[in-house]
């Protein structure tokens, strides 16, 4: 009997998609929930009458009622706010409401599912600090790190570091004047560039330098990891951050050392998760130093850049709904660099666009 998947994500996200259309071509109907309608083009109720709760959505061309799901891939929940209907004065309230509703009924669905993220884990896993220390509790090696708003601690680790600080911000984001956009990357720090006012009230992580032969970008799908090689030291623009090079940028399947992908393994137990992207340096002396895990990173530009099934291989581990599942890569079923392939998704992106809300404002690669 084929499991009852259900995928949550935008109305922008290529990778539900592309799994989406795996899955049909395999002959399983998943259902496909583009959240971002919420709240201006869809409805939510969660009613409660004593002990019996009933769920229900409504949207543009979708509606759910209290399915019972085997698998729940919470690839991107979103919500997207009209603010033209609201009083600026209002926008936050309206905000803080429309996140709280969501999370809450998020933890309340599917108990009895298979979660790639469980939303706790995911919620553990999203903190900088808490992967640090889980990482450091199962031996990997990590860059010395400040994470602080203190000018006068960042002042006293660049000098130790004889000025070898980088600066990253806890999360992804993106600002908008209207007209540009703007994205914070990987940034080397000087005592001279620092702001003391600014970085008191936007704490942030500082890490030492660490030299580089290439980079590697491991994606855990339960047990087993899919390494890819990046030669971020070949480009110009992506030494320091390889998101800032893709045209340049150049990757290979790579065979991750066992004991570092059992580590990976064990690094997602401990957080609560079933499925991370994980980001390592490998230095000049071949340690590899482990930088972070994305507990719904992208993956399908790893397969796009050097042909890693990625597409086939989650697709798998959806249906199996298992941590220690099988997958025989010899068997690979659907690629996502198949041309047919590739203008299917599109053309489904195109047609949401024209009926759905778009997904909030994300970095291209995560």
């Known amino acids: 009997m084929a499991p009852r998947i259900l995928i949550i994500t935008d109305a922008d996200d290529v990778h539900s998609i592309a799994v989406f259309e795996a899955l049909s071509g395999r002959g399983i109907g998943a259902t496909l929930w583009l959240s971002s309608d919420f709240p201006t083009r869809s409805e939510e109720t969660l009613h409660f009458e004593q002990a019996h709760r009933s769920l229900r959505i409504r949207g543009t061309d979708f509606a759910l009622k209290d399915e019972d799901f085997d698998v729940v891939w919470r690839r991107r929940p979103s919500y997207v706010l009209d603010t033209s209907l609201l009083h600026p004065s209002d926008r936050a309230f309206a905000d ?16 009895r599912a298979f979660w790639v993220n ?11 600090m808490i992967q640090h220390q889980a990482a450091a509790a199962i031996g990997l090696r990590m860059p010395e790190t400040l994470y602080t708003n203190s000018p006068a601690e960042v002042r006293s680790f ?5 000025g070898k600080v980088i600066y990253k911000p806890f999360l992804p984001t993106v600002w908008s004047d209207g007209t540009h956009s703007f994205t914070p ?6 005592e001279e560039t620092l702001v003391d006012d600014s970085l008191r009230q936007t704490p942030g992580i500082f890490q030492e330098l660490v ?5 590697v970008r491991l994606t855990m799908m339960g047990n087993r990891g899919f390494a890819a090689k990046v030669h971020s030291q070949e480009t110009v623009s992506g030494r320091l951050d390889w998101r800032q090079a893709p045209e340049e940028l150049r990757l290979e399947t790579f065979r991750m050392p066992p004991h570092l992908e ?6 997602l137990r401990e957080l609560g998760l079933v499925f991370g992207c994980i980001d390592f340096i490998v230095t000049p002396e071949g340690e590899f130093v482990f930088l972070e895990v994305n507990e719904m990173g992208q993956f399908l530009f790893v397969e796009r850049y050097c042909g890693l099934p990625l597409l086939d291989a989650f697709t798998n581990f959806l249906i199996q709904a298992s941590f220690n599942w099988e997958w025989d890569e010899r068997a690979v079923a659907v690629r996502y660099t198949d041309r047919a392939f590739d203008t299917l998704v599109l053309e489904k992106l195109r047609t949401n666009s024209q009926t759905h809300v778009g997904g909030p404002a994300r970095l291209a690669e995560e």
């Open 158 to 162: 660049i000098r130790a570091k004889a």
């Open 185 to 190: 990357y990987t940034t080397i720090l000087s």
């Open 96 to 111: 803080a409401e429309c996140g709280m509703f969501r999370r809450s009924l998020l933890s309340l669905l599917a108990p």
């Open 211 to 215: 030299p580089k032969a290439y980079e």
């Open 262 to 267: 059992e580590r990976c393994a064990a690094l």
């Open 118 to 128: 469980p939303p706790q884990g995911a919620a553990r896993a999203s903190s900088k």
